[in-house]
């Protein structure tokens, strides 16, 4: 059985910074991406930052600039970087895995900015 456990979100001021990390629990044969999203109250779950196997980033257009996304295959983990956040960051953050034939989800971890 194949886990995403992610750090622990919190509660930040505006303007302020958190880093999430995502574990895979073991390795995975076939991963062509890794990714966050995410979800905030009423709304859908949108793509935050992604990042692919030959190392190709896209950001949402929302937090270009502000979000960098790495990865570390050795550890089979996948980060995510949050500087000058706002309050319309806040959501539930999902990590996300998948390849041709796989798909797999964090348990979401919850983000709160206070204006």
């Known amino acids: 059985q194949v886990q995403l456990v992610e750090s622990r979100g919190g509660l930040v001021q505006a303007g302020g910074s958190l880093r999430l990390s995502c574990a895979v629990s073991?390795?995975?044969?076939?991963?062509?991406?890794m990714g966050w999203y995410r979800q905030a109250p009423g709304k859908q779950r949108d793509l935050v930052a992604t990042?692919?196997?030959?190392?190709?980033?896209s950001y949402a257009d929302s937090v270009k600039g502000r979000f960098t996304i790495s990865r570390d295959n050795a550890k089979n983990t996948v980060y995510l970087q949050m500087t000058s956040l706002k309050p319309e960051d806040t959501a539930v953050y999902y990590c996300?895995?998948?390849?041709?034939?796989?798909?797999?989800w964090g348990q979401g971890t919850q983000v709160t900015v206070s204006s």
């Open positions: 996300n895995v998948r390849g041709p034939i796989l798909d797999y």
């Open positions: 073991r390795s995975i044969f076939g991963i062509k991406q």
């Open positions: 990042i692919t196997s030959g190392g190709t980033i």
